[in-house]
């Protein structure tokens, strides 16, 4: 059935029509109207047979839906930015139990300094954590991965975050699709879990493991992963079987089979990329995309299948490893061994920074002039950072660098905004 809806709207309905049994939540924005929404939705009884816990913190947010997984229900939870890394210790407890949690990540900046706005850098710092990660292109499909994820989280037993852009999605009124209760129903058995604290069969889960096989404990957290490359296509099947509508996958190829130039992201900024790319295509320019859907389990050999015999592969990616660069290009590269031609990183978006098509358009031509480097910035104001390097060579106290930015910028904060001298 088509509606307009908001972003965190259809995430919430979606979620609703997984039949979750607990839901803990903590607000932060931008993920906060998805667990205002589905905490109106159990008080007034439209999702029945859910508990809804109102927790102090993220940590307790992260923390109650492992108890709730481990005692056997099904459970979800929704965090942003900051809200991740004060829940990392219990993040990397959940995957590590094998818990098949699902978590909404509404991706945003990590501080500091404070912002508020769309990059990647929250869920891309957890990448490690032994977390499925699932990445939305738009409304629709971040309403079907939701579904998907829970099942995909109960075959595997791992803990699924679906990665979605914050306030570019969260708060876009779309029109979406949401599948019938029937159609989900068919899709999602009820939760059957792999492991349960059972009173009448005692087990103990999260034991003490030391060096003799903490290793082998480890290597069969990867080897779910593994597992996990085969189900999660075979889950969009039988998904778009149900609801006509193909969501998800691993990959994504959009004019990729006989391009030269292939440039590679993920999250919404694919839609903008599809856009540039057609206008190039009608200018007879052989460039194409692939979107990412599953950036953990990196699926290798679908990106390596992709390019085929693609000149260059561009990296557009909205995080920075400082003191490296790229983190999406990082694992291209190891899919990419072997094979001719260049990969070049592109780091766009940090901050929400707009991602205009005129600033593709130019990238993508220095790339097929092979005049781009191997990694740089996408609308660097490169006289702002002269200026400080320089301000900071000058003066031992040079003063923040952020107030010094938004000062040279016009954008008065600190002391002067009160009138006084800086």
């Known amino acids: 059935m088509l509606q307009q809806l908001e972003g965190s709207q259809a995430i919430a309905r979606a979620v609703a029509l997984a039949r979750p049994q607990v839901i803990s939540a903590y607000p932060i924005s931008p993920q906060t109207h998805i667990v205002e929404t589905l905490s109106r939705m159990v008080k007034d009884g439209h999702l029945q047979g859910c508990e809804y816990l109102n927790v102090e913190s993220e940590f307790a947010a992260m923390s109650a839906s492992i108890g709730a997984s481990a005692a056997g229900a099904r459970s979800y939870t929704a965090t942003a930015s900051q809200g991740l890394l004060f829940m990392v210790e219990a993040v990397y407890n959940a995957s590590g139990l094998g818990l098949p949690i699902v978590m909404t990540v509404a991706n945003r900046a990590i501080g500091a300094p404070i912002n508020i706005w769309n990059d990647h850098s929250d869920a891309m710092s957890q990448r490690d954590s032994g977390w499925i990660q699932l990445y939305a292109e738009d409304n629709q499909e971040a309403l079907d991965l939701h579904i998907q994820a829970f099942r995909l989280a109960e075959e595997v037993s791992l803990p699924v975050m679906v990665c979605m852009d914050?306030?570019?999605?969260?708060?876009?009124?779309?029109?979406?699709?949401?599948?019938?209760?029937?159609?989900?129903?068919?899709?999602?058995?009820?939760?059957?879990?792999?492991?349960?604290?059972?009173?009448?069969?005692?087990?103990?889960?999260?034991?003490?493991?030391?060096?003799?096989?903490?290793?082998?404990?480890?290597?069969?957290?990867?080897?779910?992963?593994?597992?996990?490359?085969?189900?999660?296509?075979?889950?969009?099947?039988?998904?778009?079987?149900?609801?006509?509508?193909?969501?998800?996958?691993?990959?994504?190829?959009?004019?990729?089979?006989?391009?030269?130039?292939?440039?590679?992201?993920?999250?919404?900024?694919?839609?903008?990329?599809?856009?540039?790319?057609?206008?190039?295509?009608?200018?007879?320019?052989?460039?194409?995309?692939?979107?990412?859907?599953?950036?953990?389990?990196?699926?290798?050999?679908?990106?390596?299948?992709?390019?085929?015999?693609?000149?260059?592969?561009?990296?557009?990616?909205?995080?920075?490893?400082?003191?490296?660069?790229?983190?999406?290009?990082?694992?291209?590269?190891?899919?990419?061994?072997?094979?001719?031609?260049?990969?070049?990183?592109?780091?766009?978006?940090?901050?929400?920074?707009?991602?205009?098509?005129?600033?593709?358009?130019?990238?993508?031509?220095?790339?097929?002039?092979?005049?781009?480097?191997?990694?740089?910035?996408?609308?660097?104001k490169v006289e702002l950072v002269e200026r400080e390097l320089e301000r900071a060579r000058e003066q031992r106290r040079s003063g923040p660098t952020p107030e010094n930015l938004l000062r040279d910028i016009g954008q008065v904060s600190g002391p002067e905004a009160f009138g006084a001298t800086p």
């Open 166 to 380: 914050g306030f570019i999605l969260t708060h876009a009124f779309e029109e979406v699709a949401l599948p019938t209760q029937e159609q989900v129903d068919e899709f999602l058995p009820p939760f059957d879990p792999q492991q349960v604290l059972d009173p009448a069969e005692p087990v103990s889960i999260g034991a003490m493991v030391g060096p003799e096989a903490f290793t082998e404990v480890r290597y069969l957290a990867h080897a779910k992963q593994m597992q996990a490359l085969d189900t999660i296509p075979r889950i969009s099947e039988e998904y778009a079987r149900i609801t006509g509508r193909h969501s998800g996958g691993l990959v994504d190829e959009y004019l990729t089979d006989d391009a030269d130039t292939i440039i590679i992201a993920l999250g919404s900024v694919l839609g903008t990329l599809k856009d540039v790319v057609e206008g190039l295509r009608a200018q007879g320019q052989p460039v194409g995309v692939l979107g990412l859907k599953s950036f953990r389990p990196f699926p290798s050999q679908a990106v390596r299948d992709a390019i085929g015999s693609g000149k260059r592969v561009v990296v557009l990616e909205k995080a920075l490893a400082v003191g490296i660069g790229g983190i999406v290009s990082e694992n291209v590269h190891t899919a990419l061994a072997g094979l001719p031609g260049t990969t070049s990183t592109v780091i766009a978006g940090l901050g929400g920074r707009p991602i205009t098509q005129d600033s593709l358009r130019d990238m993508i031509t220095a790339a097929r002039n092979d005049e781009l480097p191997q990694l740089s910035f996408l609308d660097l």
